[in-house]
């Protein structure tokens, strides 16, 4: 064996010791490695290849519920925000680059930054594979609790134990801070909601959902 490749495994084994003692993070298992830096990634080109039964699941908990509003935080190209909720009283949520884009692609629709939701009240608010690329999630999540009003909240991430790579991390998709296993994702997510209902929603894309209430 080369001595870069010792020095590799060498630098591996040292950062998981290092993240185990450091004991779980964000809900996750001990000794799993996240990322600090990913690449960005762009939603703007993709139509409904992913998430498609994200949507569709938000949809049916909207019309079910008798909701009038909904709240897409990272809604990325909207096609299907567009799609399952036309008709409906809808808001998309984006930065930079991608909101300039939606704005100029949809100019009559709602498009805004998430600080320009701040105060007001959505029925339900859905963050579709969206939280595996915020290097905070807990503060995220928190920022949304605190100052957004809203009835339901569904979220989806992969299910790391359905992808291919180290159970120990890091993430393969280089888009992806960290990523959570079914159990691990119910114990972060209901240390901050009240998770009402957690599924497997795309076996094949590795997709799990939970739908989730305010505490309070």
Not at 74 to 100: M, P, Q
Not at 178 to 195: G, H, M, T, Y
Request: some cysteine; aromatic content about 12%.
């Amino acid at each position: 064996m080369s001595t870069n490749s010792l020095y590799t495994r060498a630098k591996r084994a040292s950062k998981i010791i290092s993240s185990y003692f450091r004991g779980s993070v964000y809900g996750i298992r001990p000794g799993y490695i996240h990322k600090k830096e990913t690449q960005h990634f762009d939603d703007t080109h993709n139509a409904d290849e992913w998430q498609k039964e994200v949507y569709a699941t938000a949809l049916d908990v909207f019309n079910s519920e008798s909701y009038t509003t909904v709240l897409d935080i990272g809604c990325g190209s909207a096609y299907k925000l567009r799609s399952f909720f036309k008709g409906h009283n809808y808001t998309g949520v984006e930065i930079g680059a991608t909101l300039d884009y939606l704005k100029s692609t949809y100019p009559t629709d709602p498009w805004c930054t998430i600080n320009d939701c701040y105060g007001k009240t959505y029925d339900l608010i859905i963050l579709s594979d969206v939280i595996e690329h915020v290097p905070d999630p807990a503060f995220f999540l928190q920022d949304i609790i605190s100052n957004i009003h809203f009835h339901k909240i569904i979220i989806s991430t992969p299910d790391r134990a359905l992808l291919e790579g180290s159970d120990l991390g890091p993430a393969k998709n280089p888009t992806h801070y960290r990523e959570w296993n079914q159990a691990e994702f119910s114990l972060f997510i209901s240390s901050l909601l009240r998770v009402d209902k957690q599924i497997i929603s795309n076996l094949e894309q590795a997709t799990q959902l939970i739908i989730a209430s305010p505490k309070s």
